[in-house]
């Protein structure tokens, strides 16, 4: 896509001769009772074994299933995980994730005090002698969203905040507007609000200081939705003087 629909523009698109998921749409989750933790672990367990996908199966370092606090009232849902996260087995570890950290710290929060995951939750597979990341497939998305909404289920957080464009798509099927569009929106998905904004990876390749006030603004509203206090200074945050 392009950069001004805010499709990390620094990946390559899908490949077209990836195979498709095997029952894609068909993926019964089974959670067993239990504290939120313990429901969390049996439905990483259930995750790390998938192979709905058998391409990402086989390709993936480790499944990346979700990382933070199970009672979090905040989740943040990006699109896939990279090089670094396929390593680590963590969302958000390298320099977006980085970033991501930064915000969630001006919001005087902490990543042990949210819930961070992803749609996909295997690295999407790169042809052979290729570097770099590729978006994942739409049937890709489809496969590993009930695991995401069952981890949704379990957290029951009070706010979503969807990072970039493909984890909008992988949450809410294709879109007719593009990123530039639908940042700064309010959806909902089972019964949860979600907050539509830029990847943090957007605004590493995008150094502009109205970029990051419009992101500052989307955390602020969920702050509001949230009744966290907010500050003078944090309501003037990248604002031009």
Known sequence: MRA??????????ASTSSPKPQSAIRNPIQIPEGTKTERLAALKKQTSACTICPHLAKSRTQVVFGVGNPE??????????????????????????QLLTKMIVAMELSREQVYIANVLKCRPDMPRN??????PTREEMDACLPYLRAQVGVIAPQVIVALGATAVEGLFGPQKMNMTRLRGNWR?????????????SYLLHNQDIALKRLVWEDLLAVM???ALPISEKQRGFFLKS
Do not use: C, Q, W, Y
């Open 72 to 97: 979090a009232k905040l989740m943040f849902v990006g699109e896939a995980p990279g090089a670094d996260e396929d390593e680590k087995g963590e969302p958000f570890v390298g320099r977006a994730g």
């Open 188 to 200: 909902e998905l089972d019964g949860v609000p979600v907050r539509l904004t830029f990847h943090p």
């Open 224 to 226: 509001e939705r949230l």
């Open 130 to 135: 290729t570097s770099g990341n590729r978006k």
């Open 4 to 13: 001004r629909a805010e499709a990390i523009s620094h990946l390559p698109s």
